[in-house]
T-cell receptor, first 117, second 114 residues
Framework: AQKVTQAQTEISVVEKEDVTLDCVYE???????LFWYKQPPSGELVFLIR??????QNEISGRYSWNFQKSTSSFNFTITASQVVDSAVYFCALSEGSETSGSRLTFGEGTQLTVNP | NAGVTQTPKFQVLKTGQSMTLQCAQDMNHNSMYWYRQDPGMGLRLIYY???????DKGEVPNGYNVSRLNKREFSLRLESAAPSQTSVYFC?????????????FGSGTRLTVV
């Protein structure tokens, strides 16, 4: 069975600090997709990034960056120069499925990030 | 606005009551999902429908039933609500392809069973 582990339940930082959220996954599939979602206090789920298992290039989007390391089954998320608006719960997720059964997401437990002014 | 619409947004039920959570999407997606979110446990899949006419159990299906009414609508039914079903419920949809790019989530239904 597929599994996603986010070992950090809560992280608290001061504004402008860099913070890394860890994500470790388990899967037997050779082709899979990894996601990060943000859930702000308002409760909706906001898509941040999708990565496929064949693309290990790191990605940067503004203050956000992602480090995918297949060798350690990790897909970590770094926020540079954090801001109060980054305060949210962040979920890592793994897509499983097949050409016949479609796809579905397995989520980690989430990391509550609090950025203090 | 295009997306996934869930109703109701809030609901309080008494133990033993039944109710149906409604979900509709207007993106012509093939697959639809129901998740529940509990503190410290992330989102867990209850049921999903890979395509119109099919439904399958997810990780936590007990106490729930689903109906894929048509391509747009996927409902979740609690026949006899229990306090353990107090949770936030999210409906989602995707293209359904194995390499589906996006999963679009509804805004959630906060259910309390007393």
């Amino acid at each position: 069975a597929q599994k996603v582990t986010q070992a950090q339940t809560e992280i608290s930082v001061v504004e402008k600090e860099d913070v890394t959220l860890d994500c470790v996954y388990e899967t037997r599939d050779t082709t899979y997709y990894l996601f990060w979602y943000k859930q702000p206090p308002s409760g909706e789920l906001v898509f941040l990034i999708r990565r496929n298992s064949f693309d290990e290039q790191n990605e940067i989007s503004g203050r956000y960056s992602w480090n995918f390391q297949k060798s350690t089954s990790s897909f970590n998320f770094t926020i540079t120069a954090s801001q109060v608006v980054d305060s949210a719960v962040y979920f890592c997720a793994l897509s499983e499925g097949s050409e016949t059964s479609g796809s579905r997401l397995t989520f980690g437990e989430g990391t509550q990030l609090t950025v203090n002014p | 606005n295009a997306g996934v619409t869930q109703t109701p947004k809030f609901q309080v039920l008494k133990t033993g009551q039944s109710m149906t959570l409604q979900c509709a999407q207007d993106m012509n997606h093939n697959s639809m999902y129901w998740y529940r979110q509990d503190p410290g446990m992330g989102l867990r899949l209850i049921y999903y429908s890979a395509s119109e006419g099919t439904t399958d159990k997810g990780e936590v299906p007990n106490g729930y039933n689903v109906s894929r009414l048509n391509k747009r609508e996927f409902s979740l039914r609690l026949e006899s609500a229990a306090p353990s079903q107090t949770s936030v419920y999210f409906c989602a949809s995707s293209e359904g392809l194995w390499d589906a790019y996006g999963y679009t989530f509804g805004s959630g239904t906060r259910l309390t069973v007393v």
